[in-house]
């Protein structure tokens, strides 16, 4: 795990060596002493330190000498609210996102099961889609929605295809599943259009630090306005905004890009 120093001139060093477990362990899960030294280049004996501090305060519990996350972790995450939280730096980039465009802009967070819309502006144009709903029992009729969906844990798509697959009828779970396996792996949805006046969705992930999916953001337009051009001046415009809106989050490179395979 790479640890970059040149930004940590003035910072408290200790700070960053808790942190830097803490992001290790949520992103391979348990581990033990010996794994995390290596992984980080620290001393053994340093690294004990900070892991028993840590469980201590009830951020790490150890089972056989192996640590994962503990309960005062779950007790920040549940207090956390992307609302809130992410207001101030997702609508700016939603106005940059419609001026690059022209077309409606749209964040959307997973709370649960629903997909919350935390940001959206709508399009310049005369005719341009709205929003009526701030948050969707259905993440999977969402393209911003099925891209939160898809960066979830595998295991958790059965419930959300059970509950929420009638956003494509004629899908199969089987087919939800190859879908959903395709956005995970490159990182974009395209939705389309049922008929010419449904809209058409792109979305990608957003991404904090340490691999983590904070919200999507995803432009839409009319189906009889949207061509193949539209679609990929969309892409470039949504990666270049999430580039920028990822880097002041904490990511330090995005793990998948358009051009994955």
């Given amino acids: 795990?790479?640890?970059?120093?040149?930004?940590?001139?003035?910072?408290?060093?200790?700070?960053?060596?808790?942190?830097?477990?803490?992001?290790?362990?949520?992103?391979?899960?348990?581990?033990?002493?010996?794994?995390?030294a290596r992984e980080l280049n620290l001393a053994v004996s340093?690294?004990?330190?900070?892991?028993?501090?840590?469980?201590?305060?009830?951020?790490?519990?150890?089972?056989?000498?192996?640590?994962?996350?503990?309960?005062?972790?779950?007790?920040?995450?549940?207090?956390?609210?992307?609302v809130s939280s992410l207001t101030s730096l997702i609508t700016p980039a939603l106005q940059r996102l419609r001026s690059l465009t022209g077309h409606a802009a749209t964040a959307t967070a997973l709370v649960g099961h629903e997909a919350r819309l935390i940001g959206f502006e709508t399009g310049n144009s005369a005719v341009t889609v709205s929003s009526?709903?701030?948050?969707?029992?259905?993440?999977?009729?969402?393209?911003?929605?099925?891209?939160l969906v898809a960066m979830t844990q595998q295991s958790a798509w059965d419930e959300f295809v059970e509950a929420g697959g009638d956003a494509h009828p004629q899908w199969s779970?089987?087919?939800?599943?190859?879908?959903?396996?395709?956005?995970?792996?490159?990182?974009?949805?395209?939705?389309?259009?049922?008929?010419?006046?449904?809209?058409?969705?792109?979305?990608?992930?957003?991404?904090?630090?340490?691999?983590t999916v904070m919200c999507s953001i995803g432009c839409s337009a009319p189906g009889f306005l949207t061509t193949e051009h539209v679609i990929n001046e969309m892409l470039d415009a949504l990666w270049?905004?999430?580039?920028?809106?990822?880097?002041?989050?904490?990511?330090?490179?995005?793990?998948?890009?358009?051009?994955?395979?």
Wanted: a positive charge; glycine letters at 10%.
């Fill in 1 to 36: 795990m790479a640890v970059n120093a040149t930004s940590r001139v003035g910072d408290i060093q200790s700070v960053h060596r808790a942190l830097d477990l803490l992001e290790l362990i949520a992103s391979k899960g348990d581990l033990g002493v010996t794994e995390m």
């Fill in 46 to 82: 340093t690294v004990h330190n900070l892991l028993r501090t840590l469980a201590r305060r009830g951020y790490l519990v150890s089972d056989n000498g192996r640590y994962r996350q503990g309960p005062a972790v779950i007790m920040l995450m549940s207090a956390w609210d992307p």
């Fill in 132 to 147: 009526a709903q701030w948050t969707r029992q259905n993440p999977l009729a969402l393209a911003t929605g099925r891209v």
């Fill in 173 to 211: 779970a089987r087919r939800w599943h190859e879908e959903l396996t395709r956005i995970s792996r490159v990182g974009v949805c395209v939705k389309g259009a049922k008929d010419k006046h449904d809209a058409v969705g792109v979305a990608v992930p957003v991404w904090g630090r340490g691999s």
């Fill in 240 to 261: 270049q905004v999430t580039a920028e809106l990822s880097a002041r989050l904490g990511c330090e490179e995005i793990p998948i890009g358009r051009d994955a395979n």
